[in-house]
């Protein structure tokens, strides 16, 4: 299956400032990517579908100022947490489609645990 | 738009014995039905799938069955181990193509 890369594993930063985490898919070319979410104890969230060359699509109640996505290139695809609130720390996850697998191929990075004082 | 439901919330089996998670879900058009098994602090990690047209997969000690008439489908784990201890996500795909994900199972396996 696909190998997903996603960096950093854990960050801390101050109110205010801005994080990026990036997702990388290390050996095929991912058209599509997805942001998700998770809360302590809860399931998956979708946050956005990132579409490279295009504009992400933002799911209901996600702010999309806030939550900045760039897929600029097939291999790469980050996530800006802009001004960061301690309502914002969280576990974010992303994934890939495997579009040239046998079928859907989902595939999800290993997370990364932003916390925000 | 679709809604999953994932039953039981936690599950605890002695190390040896059977575990049994069961999903059903809403939206006639989903046609692909993982399942994850997330270890605490990492991502979700695929352990099995499978599509509409198939009523049972298995694969090891795991296996994964499908009423598609009635809208559920199941994780079975048999011969459990301590490794086995991890929260388990079904998914199924909405009318979109995306995934909706169940509540999670968090399963302790005891030695």
């Known amino acids: 299956g696909a190998v997903v890369s996603q960096h950093p594993s854990r960050v801390i930063c101050k109110s205010g400032t801005s994080v990026k985490i990036e997702c990388r898919s290390l050996?095929?070319?991912?058209?599509?990517m997805f942001w998700y979410r998770q809360f302590p104890k809860k399931s998956l969230m979708l946050m956005a579908t990132?579409?490279?060359?295009?504009?992400?699509?933002?799911e209901q109640g996600v702010e999309k100022d806030k939550f900045l996505i760039n897929h600029a290139s097939l291999t790469l695809s980050t996530l800006t947490v802009t001004s960061a609130h301690p309502e914002d720390s969280s576990f974010y996850i992303c994934?890939?489609?495997?579009?040239?697998?046998?079928?859907?191929?989902?595939?999800f990075g290993s997370g990364t645990r932003l916390t925000v004082v | 738009g679709e809604n999953v439901e994932q039953h039981p919330s936690t599950l605890s089996v002695q190390e040896g014995d059977s575990a049994v998670i069961k999903c059903t879900y809403s939206?006639?058009?989903?046609?692909?039905f993982p399942w994850y098994k997330q270890e605490l602090g990492k991502g979700p990690q695929l352990i099995i799938d499978?599509?509409?047209?198939?009523g049972e997969k298995k694969d090891q000690r795991i296996a994964v069955t499908l009423n598609k008439t009635a809208k559920h489908f199941s994780l079975h784990i048999t011969e459990t181990q301590p490794e086995d201890s991890a929260v388990y996500f079904c998914?199924?795909?909405?009318?979109?193509?995306?995934?909706?994900f169940g509540a999670g199972t968090q399963v302790v396996v005891t030695p």
């Open positions: 050996d095929f070319q991912a058209t599509t």
């Open positions: 994934s890939v489609l495997d579009e040239q697998g046998a079928g859907y191929g989902y595939t």
């Open positions: 998914a199924a795909t909405d009318s979109w193509g995306k995934f909706q």
């Open positions: 939206d006639s058009a989903s046609n692909y």
């Open positions: 990132s579409n490279e060359g295009s504009k992400a699509t933002y």
């Open positions: 499978i599509r509409s047209n198939v």
